[in-house]
């Protein structure tokens, strides 16, 4: 099964799930108290449990952004089973945390949302590797064997760009693996796995990154393209907010971020979430590397880059040609 085909089936069994419990309900976001002024209501959907990656969203609900924005903003965590872009489709949340892959995609199958914001300028989904292994390029990975989700659009990727082919094992998401198989190559998200390996006795392992390749995807904000025609300062004060709880997260005391990631993710330590903070910084996801990168640079995307993504998508026939545009699948006009 196709990548593209399986994404179809899956957004229309989900979606057609979430219409039904949507259909009748006023959303949250649409409710106020009469006669006096009330915070607008955002609920956000995000992509995993409350980790560091969502630093930003919880640094500004800590240190009180999105109240000073005029917002009550509920944090919603997510999963393996999150259904981002089908809540945000329904609006059943208005602003979701996805990749920017997928998210085209969605778009690609007529679903009422859009990218408005970067969460990283790189998506962490990265090839893990373990010191020793001889492997240190892409070229190398023929004939090797690999552990990543199926659906992966980076798989076929680079085996047309590197013409290489390469055995697969699917994701389990899972670290025993790796750390008992010196040979194996997993895919990972970089902010989270490596502190993992390490704790189960395993070495810090190299990476081979998908940006690297050539495949730049971002990890992005998108939202319900309805409710943001209806409410385009509340986004706008929205992304700014975030953009703020970003820097401060990474800048100064994360202290307020995880504290409210411990009450929602009891699983989370403190030595874990200064390890992927750490790791975020490092590889300047949140700010971008390049002579573009920095402070200003946060949350910003641009259509260059996006008209790539739908270039390479075409050309791996995971995306029809001309099924979406540029302007269909990302929009600036609410970044500040």
């Not at 090839?127 to 004939?143: I, K, S, Y």
């Not at 200003?296 to 008209?307: D, K, L, Y």
Request: charged content about 20%.
């Amino acid at each position: 099964m196709t990548a593209r085909t399986h994404l179809t089936r899956l957004l229309a069994a989900a979606t057609a799930c979430l219409v039904l419990t949507a259909c009748g309900k006023k959303s949250p976001a649409d409710s106020s108290a009469p006669g006096t002024p009330a915070p607008t209501k955002i609920i956000v959907q995000l992509d995993w449990v409350a980790e560091p990656e969502h630093g930003g969203f919880y640094q500004a609900q800590a240190k009180g952004f999105f109240k000073d924005a005029g917002l009550d903003v509920q944090l919603i965590p997510g999963g393996p089973n999150a259904f981002v872009t089908q809540k945000v489709a329904t609006n059943q949340v208005q602003i979701g945390q996805g990749d920017s892959t997928n998210t085209l995609l969605a778009i690609a199958q007529d679903l009422p949302v859009i990218q408005i914001a970067a969460v990283f300028q790189n998506d962490p989904s990265v090839f893990m590797l373990h010191q020793g292994n001889p492997v240190t390029r892409f070229e190398d990975l023929a004939g090797k064997t690999v552990m990543a989700r199926p659906e992966w659009a980076f798989l076929p990727y680079l085996k047309n760009k590197y013409k290489i082919d390469f055995n697969l094992i699917p994701q389990n998401y899972s670290m025993a693996n790796f750390v008992a198989d010196k040979n194996l190559i997993q895919q990972g998200y970089y902010i989270a796995e490596p502190y993992h390996i390490i704790k189960a006795g395993g070495e810090m392992p190299r990476f081979l990154y998908a940006w690297d390749a050539g495949f730049d995807a971002y990890a992005v904000l998108l939202a319900n393209k309805t409710w943001l025609a209806a409410h385009p300062e509340q986004a706008r004060a929205f992304v700014k907010a975030y953009i703020r709880g970003w820097e401060d997260y990474l800048t100064n005391d994360p202290t307020p971020a995880h504290e409210l990631m411990k009450q929602a993710n009891d699983k989370n330590t403190d030595e874990f979430m200064m390890f992927s903070r750490q790791m975020i910084i490092d590889e300047k996801l949140v700010a971008g590397r390049g002579p573009d990168g920095g402070p200003a640079n946060i949350g910003r995307i641009t259509r260059e880059r996006f008209q790539t993504q739908i270039n390479q998508l075409e050309e791996l026939n995971i995306l029809a040609k001309g099924k979406i545009t540029v302007d269909q699948a990302m929009t600036t006009d609410y970044l500040p």
